[in-house]
């Protein structure tokens, strides 16, 4: 498994808010995509992948604080996720893909899901599942 993904920062420009259709459109085909702070303005921070991409720790990938990601990186920052890969997708609450996890199902181009509040912010692995 491929543990290379891409992070991006998505700047809003003049607009004050996206809705999830817009952010959405940022994970391409055959990718998953995390997003820190959902879709918040100014901007938002991505993280993403092609399908058999894993990482079992999401701190080695930077983000930055200004938009939504805490200690500057992706660990404990995921507030929304894409899945257009094919497959089925899980984060984990905890490094080395350790339970609990959380199914992420594969909806296609143009959807985000949006985590509820008791699972905002504490995504630290993901990969097939």
Known sequence: MSTTLTTGTVASGQTTTKTPGTAAEY????????????YASP?????????GDASADLSQYKCAESVGCRFGTFNDSM????????????????G???????????????T??????????????????
């Open 96 to 110: 080395n893909f350790v339970e609990p996890l959380y199914v992420m199902e594969s909806f296609g181009a143009g």
């Open 112 to 129: 985000l899901v949006t985590l509820l509040p008791h699972e905002n912010d504490s995504a630290s692995s993901i990969g097939p599942c």
């Open 79 to 94: 507030s929304a996720w894409s899945n257009n890969t094919g497959r089925r997708y899980c984060w984990y609450m905890h």
């Open 27 to 38: 994970c391409g085909p055959k990718q998953f995509c995390l997003y820190a702070d959902g």
């Open 43 to 51: 901007g938002y921070q991505i993280l993403s992948g092609r399908s």
